[in-house]
């Protein structure tokens, strides 16, 4: 197993599924977890679904990625109840995701791939 994790945090359930499903197709060594979604399966966010997906992934040391602002806002009250380490990626979803998802797998190192992630974020 991949010393870093990944979470994946859509207001849309089908979002976070599929790009869970992505990832894992390239890197099937790298913990994956996802939150997607209300509690009720509607578009939005949920801090139970966040902590479950958070307490889920096998790694001690995460990435997040998130799609929407208040994913962002909920990760953070997540973070601060954790005792993982969790680095919150304010790049594109998608692209950052499979970017750390890769290199991840191959155990690259956290700088070198924090460093990678940075280089995706349009400033």
Known sequence: MAKHGIV???HVP???EGLTALLKEIAKDVSITFAGGTDEGEIGSSFDKISEAVAN?????ILAFYDLGSAKMTL?????LSDKKIHLLDAAMVEGAYTAA???QGNT???DILNQIEL???K
């Open 109 to 111: 190192s956290l700088e």
């Open 120 to 122: 995706l974020i349009v």
């Open 14 to 16: 089908e979002i976070a």
């Open 57 to 61: 992934n096998e790694a001690d040391e």
């Open 102 to 104: 890769t290199l991840a």
């Open 76 to 80: 953070d009250m997540v973070m601060e």
């Open 8 to 10: 994946l945090v859509s």
